[in-house]
């Protein structure tokens, strides 16, 4: 449509005048069937200056076209809060061109720092699934060589195991928080660097405990290294810093693909490690495989350096601004939870989940191998497998699922898989009934992500570290619950003391998984997505309200209305 007075927000007629009163200054051509249909402003804008015109302001229209405006608004209004979550002018502009799912990391600005750093977070998730999958055999060597008359000597190793899987979960919520308060002052790489050196000191720790045949070296340093955890926690932080808002689902998701990574590979070098040595040595201790786990986390030390410091890019990029906080680590915790009622709610979701995914991690190694016979080796083929799975999801399936779903929804999924694939670990009798769970429990770490996504994009760039790693220390907290109610279930319930039921952990915790998923649906029942995503299937409501009122061919003379 074409003015002649050249200003679209007054149309004068008579003695009177139509005036527009909102800030937005929108033409028709604005809307043209072209790609670029509705160029910069955003939906809600649109949706504003629509909802001001009434009966007397579009008679004029209605009087000199043909046009159904009123009904026009009408489909307008049937937009509903779930296509548009509330868009936000920071968001994407509607009617942008067609990009691939993809486009978030195809066209990242910063696109080398976000490729090194989850390049550094796989090697350090290879490295962990490589340390994880040696702990056990060290448990069970240190029960053979001190109860040399044990007979259930697998019950015992899970009891020991039980404490070294808690203790860093203590330190992580104690120290975590402040951590976080250090990251957003100091920067995300010094929390690179403490992770890799801490997890370093861990393995050498485990090396001195099997020479010494003491646990209590690995204890208390294990135990310590628990805060290894605020670099993962960093490394969400680090995204968020160098990215746009629309771009971090889809960011965060990729982090899914490093742990995918880590899991496939991390197993497969287990095996690998272990292929030269002779039976006789691979029934005691792989040691090849603690120096490969070791190693790989020393790479990490040669990547840090080329990554440039998230903090600066985004105090550049007027992301971020200084900010006090406390260094009390509790004060912090309590501060995450006071401050936002959204925000605390939507923790306590990442803290349940957090909980639950203890109990699988905690004892499927035991429990395979008492249950199907599985071997180290069959063990570390599952936890292949999984990671293939892990990484299909995060890299082919959730993109895609997030270009017409809201994360929220997507959480609330999960929440609802995990439940029912827990009832079915619970009474995974056969080894084939426990693969097909797994296949489908491999979209439940995805939720994770996505809770980290909501949390941070509600949270103010400035505070951003302190929350995502207070978080993560209060999911700390619950790991360290969730891993020792669980392998007490377990030792409980196989060491003949009760009923024989090795999936007892799994189906207890599918309760509180089942709970967890009710209660997702009220918290997005009662508070709107703050800061949301647009979707696809607005983009398709409006080009057919563009359709419908033929816009494109309407050129409105205002010299005829006055006629």
């Given amino acids: 449509m074409e003015y002649e007075n050249n200003n679209p927000s007054v149309i004068n007629e008579g003695n009177y005048s139509i005036s527009n009163q909102s800030s937005h200054d929108y033409s028709i051509n604005e809307y043209s069937d072209n790609d670029s249909s509705v160029g910069n402003e955003s939906l809600i804008g649109l949706l504003e200056d629509l909802a001001n015109i009434d009966d007397e302001d579009i008679s004029p229209l209605l009087a000199s076209s043909k046009i159904n405006i009123s009904a026009s608004v009408h489909d307008f209004g049937k937009i509903n809060e779930d296509d548009i979550d509330g868009a936000q002018e920071h968001q994407l502009p509607i009617g942008s061109t067609k990009k691939s799912a993809f486009a978030p990391f195809i066209e990242h600005k910063y696109k080398k720092d976000l490729i090194l750093v989850l390049l550094m977070m796989t090697f350090m998730i290879m490295a962990d699934l490589v340390y994880a999958l040696f702990i056990p055999n060290v448990f069970l060597n240190y029960v053979r060589i001190n109860f040399p008359d044990e007979t259930d000597i697998q019950t015992k190793a899970t009891y020991y195991k039980s404490f070294s899987d808690s203790i860093p979960y203590i330190s992580m919520f104690c120290f975590g928080a402040l951590a976080g308060v250090l990251s957003d002052k100091y920067g995300r790489k010094l929390m690179f660097y403490y992770g890799s050196v801490v997890v370093i000191l861990d393995m050498i720790s485990c090396y001195v405990t099997i020479k010494t045949n003491n646990l209590y070296y690995y204890y208390v340093v294990h135990g310590f290294a628990g805060t290894y955890n605020v670099s993962l926690a960093a490394v969400y932080s680090y995204i968020a810093d160098i990215s746009e808002e629309h771009q971090v689902p889809f960011l965060y998701s990729m982090v899914g693909v490093s742990l995918g990574l880590g899991i496939v590979l ?100 035991y429990h395979n191998e008492l249950v199907y016979n599985w071997s180290g080796n069959d063990n570390s083929y599952y936890m292949g497998g999984i990671g293939i799975l892990m990484i299909i999801w995060s890299l082919v399936l959730i993109p895609l699922l997030l270009k017409r779903y809201s994360e929220r929804k997507l959480i609330s999924v999960g929440f609802l898989i995990a439940t029912l694939t827990h009832i079915s670990f619970s009474f995974a009798f056969n080894q084939w009934i426990w693969v097909a769970s797994g296949i489908v429990a ?122």
């Fill in 266 to 365: 991390g197993p497969v070098i287990s095996v690998v490690s272990t292929i030269h040595e002779t039976i006789q040595q691979q029934q005691q201790l792989p040691m090849t495989t603690l120096y490969i786990a070791c190693g790989l986390v020393a790479s990490t030390l040669f990547i840090i350096p080329f990554l440039k410091e998230s903090l600066t890019i985004a105090k550049e990029n007027n992301k971020i601004r200084v900010t006090k906080s406390s260094s009390n680590p509790f004060k912090l915790i309590k501060m995450i939870f006071s401050a936002n009622g959204y925000v605390a709610l939507v923790i306590v979701l990442y803290t349940l989940i957090s909980y639950t995914q203890q109990d699988v991690f905690s004892t499927y190694y």
């Fill in 442 to 563: 491999a979209f439940v770490p995805n939720v994770l992500y996505l809770l980290q996504s909501v949390i941070s994009r509600a949270t103010p760039p400035e505070i951003k570290g302190s929350i995502l790693t207070g978080s993560r220390a209060i999911g700390s907290l619950a790991g360290f619950l969730g891993s020792l109610a669980a392998s007490n279930m377990y030792r409980e319930f196989t060491s003949g003391n009760t009923i024989y039921f090795p999936g007892a952990p799994y189906l207890i915790n599918s309760v509180v998984l089942f709970s967890t998923f009710i209660a997702s649906l009220i918290i997005w029942k009662k508070y709107k997505n703050p800061n949301p995503l647009i979707r696809k299937n607005v983009k398709k409501k409006i080009a057919i309200i563009k359709k419908s009122t033929s816009l494109t061919n309407i050129s409105l003379n205002v010299d005829s209305i006055n006629n």
